[in-house]
C-alpha cells in the first residue's frame, strides 16, 4: 500500500505542474494508456444524487494495475452507480475520475470510454445468438471500426490466431463453429468476457459473473479471472461471497456510496462495522 501511496502522491503532483493533460480529441488507435505510476484508475471525492438520494458520497477508490479487485455491498451501496461512472454513462456531481496518469473519463462519451481501454460486462450476457462462438469474436474485433470500414474489413492470420488464443483462454475451443444461443449460460458468460478481451482492454469491469451458474462454471470462471490479472485489471462487483474469496486478493466494501472498508476478505470478514452493516450482525 504504501508504494500505492507514493504512486497517488506522484501522480497529483504532476496535475499541480500541469503535466498531465487528457487525450480525449486523439483517435482511439493512437491513444496509449499512461501506468507509470502503477495505478490503472483514480476516483476522487465521487459524489451522485438522483432525486435527492445520494447513489455515490464523496467515494474515493484507487485500483492498481494489473490489480484483481472485489466489489462487495447490500443493495443501494452503489456498485452499479460506481460502474456507470466509470464507463461514461452517469456523469458524476463532483469529483475526479482518471484512467491512468493521463485520461480524464469525465471528460469522455461512454464510446470513448470504451475505445481508451475500458471494458464492462454486465451481469446477464449479451452475444450475438444466431453467429457462431468465432464469428462474435470476430465482430468484437472490430467492433470500434467505422461503417465503411467494417464492410471491408477481412480477418488476416495474426488476427484468427488471436481468436484462437482468446477462444483456448476462455475454455470454448471445442465450441468455436457452435452457434452462440445453444451454449449453456456460463458459456455465454465467458464468451461475453472474450469479445471483451478481442478489444485489449487495459481495465475490465465484471457485474456478477457467476450469477446462476453452476458450481463447476463457477470454478472455472475463476481461474479465467485470476489469470486475466496482471495483464488487465479486473474488478468484480458479485454478491457470491465463496465466489469472492476463492478470487480475492484485495476486496472494498461499499455503503450507503462510500467505501467503509478495504483489505483481505479476512479482514473485511471480522471489520465489526463491516459485520453490523453488510452482514447484518451487531457487536
Not at 449460460?185 to 478489444?199: D, F, N, P, R, T
Amino acid at each position: 500500500m504504501n508504494t500505492l501511496a507514493k504512486s497517488m502522491d506522484d501522480f497529483r503532483e504532476l496535475m499541480r505542474r500541469d503535466q498531465v493533460f487528457d487525450i480525449v480529441n486523439r483517435p482511439a488507435d493512437n491513444a496509449t494508456v499512461d501506468m507509470s505510476h502503477g495505478v490503472a484508475l483514480y476516483l476522487e471525492s465521487i459524489t451522485k444524487s438522483f432525486d435527492g438520494f445520494r447513489a455515490l458520497d464523496d467515494l474515493t477508490l484507487y485500483i492498481g494495475d494489473g490489480e484483481l479487485r472485489c466489489i462487495i455491498g447490500p443493495n443501494g451501496a452503489g456498485k452499479t452507480t460506481l460502474m456507470d461512472v466509470i464507463t461514461g454513462k452517469t456523469r458524476p456531481d463532483a469529483g475526479t475520475a482518471w484512467f491512468g496518469n493521463r485520461i480524464n473519463l469525465l471528460r469522455l462519451k461512454e464510446h470513448e470510454v470504451a475505445q481508451r481501454g475500458i471494458g464492462r460486462k454486465f451481469q446477464k450476457p449479451t452475444v450475438y445468438e444466431n453467429h457462431s462462438v468465432f464469428e462474435n469474436l470476430e465482430l468484437a474485433m472490430h467492433a470500434n471500426r467505422g461503417v465503411v470500414t467494417s464492410l471491408t474489413w477481412r480477418l488476416n492470420g495474426e488476427q484468427a490466431d488471436r481468436i484462437d488464443e482468446v477462444l483456448e483462454l476462455i475454455g470454448l475451443t471445442g465450441e468455436r463453429d457452435r452457434l452462440a444461443g445453444l451454449l449453456s449460460h456460463g458459456q455465454k458468460q465467458w464468451l461475453e468476457i472474450g469479445s471483451l478481451l478481442m478489444q485489449n482492454p487495459r481495465l475490465l469491469l465484471v457485474d456478477e459473473p457467476v450469477a446462476g451458474m453452476t458450481g463447476q462454471e463457477t470454478e472455472a470462471t475463476a481461474e479465467l479471472l485470476t489469470s486475466l490479472a496482471g495483464k488487465h485489471s479486473v474488478v468484480v462487483v458479485e454478491h457470491d461471497m465463496d465466489f469472492v474469496r476463492s478470487i480475492a486478493r484485495q476486496v472494498t466494501v461499499l455503503h450507503q456510496g462510500s467505501v467503509l472498508a478495504e483489505g483481505s476478505m479476512d479482514q473485511v470478514q471480522n471489520n465489526p462495522r463491516v459485520r453490523e452493516v453488510y452482514l447484518g450482525e451487531e457487536e
